[in-house]
């Protein structure tokens, strides 16, 4: 769409090459955003921005890595000049299982891509939007990270995290010219589900009083909302969008 509030900004994405990143990309990119599909799985992330146009790339990022960081926020600068808004949306749900039969390992993985990696995202970007005056961050949390899902220790540890991290750093910026917003969504229809078995999926579902699970367009518009200038008065919040599961 021509004329938008939103048009010339550029925006970064994790998780991009699928999923609700990916929803979230094309959602920016209708709005004129140039926006850079940022994922692990470079390869799909450049072949998804080539299905939504000239003003989306694909780039290589492991969110675990500063320097990876360092280097795809850089690529982004390079090519549009600036960054002005950051969706830290990149996660994986972990294996379902009680935590006394988890390794350290296991842990460590989810801790490292979902809360890590989103700390790891504010800090590089930050000081770009600082020194511009402008920036909009969102970071992808989840319902588990509110209410604790059983089964998922590990997942609902680290989007705690992402709450109480997006609160903070909201704080830290909040004048100067840049909001920091979290989202929280229930069970969502993509991929990530066959990480986890039918029993939690269905344990999940029976908590949404809408009684089905969410679309990734759905989470998608709200993003598109909290990453652009028509919010003006929201930061260090959390945006349930969980079928009526939280009310709170």
């Not at 990022?61 to 600068?77: F, I, M, R």
């Not at 705690?160 to 840049?178: H, M, Q």
């Not at 993509?190 to 949404?208: N, P």
Request: glycine share 10%; aromatic share 4%; with cysteine.
């Amino acid at each position: 769409m021509e004329g938008t509030s939103q048009e010339g900004r550029v925006a970064i994405v994790t998780g991009a090459a699928r999923g609700i990143g990916l929803a979230i990309a094309r959602r920016l990119a209708q709005d004129g955003v140039k926006v850079a599909l940022a994922d692990i799985d470079a390869q799909t992330a450049h072949s998804a921005a080539a299905s939504l146009g000239e003003q989306a790339t694909g780039v290589s990022l492991d969110v675990t890595n500063p320097e990876s960081w360092d280097a795809a926020v850089g690529q982004v600068a390079s090519r549009w000049g600036r960054v002005d808004i950051l969706v830290n949306n990149a996660g994986i749900a972990g294996r379902s299982a009680p935590i006394w039969e988890l390794v350290v390992e296991e842990w460590r993985d989810v801790i490292n891509i979902d809360l890590t990696g989103v700390f790891l995202g504010c800090r590089t970007v930050l000081p770009r939007m600082i020194d511009r005056g402008y920036g909009r961050i969102v970071n992808v949390a989840s319902i588990a990270g509110k209410e604790g899902n059983p089964n998922a220790v590990p997942y609902s540890a680290a989007k705690s995290g992402v709450i109480g991290l997006t609160k903070a750093v909201a704080k830290e910026v909040a004048t100067k010219g840049i909001l920091v917003n979290a989202v929280t969504p229930a069970v969502i229809a993509t991929e990530i589900l066959k990480q986890v078995s039918d029993e939690h999926i269905a344990y999940m579902t029976s908590k949404i009083p809408m009684g089905r699970v969410g679309q990734p367009e759905e989470v998608a518009e709200l993003v598109r909302f909290l990453c652009s200038d028509e919010l003006t008065f929201s930061t260090g919040a959390v945006f349930d969008i969980s079928g009526g599961r939280a009310t709170y």
